[in-house]
């Protein structure tokens, strides 16, 4: 059953405004313009008035909007029905870091153990690809790395912890005999890697901004050797002596070779579960939520 299109319209209403309405749903606003045009011909008349840059619902946008609630909520509630039949049902759930895969592989089995008929699809990607799939009710929710929760509305974010993120530098580096552990400052990484091959996040990633704005702060020269999503390649390039690049908390290992330096203030992404709008919970998907919530002390 599907209902996006629904969606389009009660975005619109609650931004009031095309171009906010386009980028919080992921779509071209040109595309979005001319799917409210082409609905609006097929109903003979106008769901809003435009005036300056706002539209606003006329009597029968209004209508409408309350006649797509209902669906949705149809739509939800057949599906929970549906899905809560011998606790079957079809969980899809989206990971943009190790962080939330290492949680997967320690939920996943008991969770299977108290439902075993219930199949969880796991779909690996990036922050803007994992966000419009959600935002299209493609996948049901996700677990996140984030600089900010902002792209989501509050009922659809919960924040599951604030995770470091560290300095990371080849053991074999002359800054490890220098600093045997005290925070990194802009100074320090001035003076001791200035010209030092990076290895940076590729664009989409909650580490890029981090590491542009690290490098803009420290007034850093740096040659990037490359951009990866693959943390794992990264840290072990630096266990090589290759570069250096930044680690977040959750995949900080291979300390034989690796140093691991905090900045001072902390420098930290969010953790976060997000699901689609109007997701209504069925007992299994409840109980993923609920262990996915508990995992961090």
């Known amino acids: 059953m599907d209902t996006k299109y629904l969606n389009y319209i009660l975005t619109i209403a609650k931004k009031q405004n095309m171009t906010k309405a386009a980028e919080e749903l992921f779509v071209s606003q040109s595309s979005l313009s001319q799917y409210l ?36 909520a149809i739509k939800d509630d057949l599906y929970r029905n ?23 592989t320690e939920i996943i089995p008991p969770f299977k153990s108290d439902f075993p008929e ?56 002359p800054y490890c005999q220098e600093n045997k552990g005290h925070p990194v400052t802009p100074k320090e990484l001035s003076q001791h890697f200035s010209g030092v091959p990076v290895f940076l996040s590729k664009k989409g990633s909650s580490l890029r901004p981090l590491e542009d704005q690290i490098i803009e702060d420290a007034h850093l020269t740096m040659t990037t050797v490359c951009e990866t999503n693959s943390i794992t390649a990264a840290r072990s390039m630096v266990a090589m002596g290759i570069g250096v690049t930044l680690i977040a908390a959750s995949c900080a290992s291979d300390l034989e070779h690796v140093a691991y330096y905090p900045f001072s203030p902390p420098l930290t992404r969010l953790n976060a579960f997000v699901h689609r709008k109007n997701w209504a919970k069925n007992p299994p998907e ?11 002390p």
């Open 37 to 72: 045009t082409k609905l609006e011909s097929q109903l003979g008349t106008p769901l809003f008035f435009r005036s300056k840059g706002r539209l606003t619902l006329t009597p029968a946008g209004q209508l409408y909007v309350e006649a797509a609630k209902k669906v949705l």
């Open 286 to 296: 409840e109980n993923l939520l609920q262990r996915i919530l508990s995992y961090f």
């Open 82 to 104: 549906i899905q809560s039949l011998d606790n079957r049902g079809h969980i899809t759930i989206g990971v943009t870091s190790q962080f939330g895969l290492k949680m997967l």
């Open 118 to 173: 219930v199949t969880i699809e796991i779909t690996e990607s990036n922050v803007p690809v994992l966000t419009r799939l959600i935002q299209e009710e493609n996948i049901d929710c996700a677990i996140m790395a984030l600089n900010s929760p902002g792209i989501f509305s509050p009922d659809q974010i919960h924040i599951l912890r604030q995770e470091e993120v560290f300095w990371a530098v080849p053991r074999s580096h």
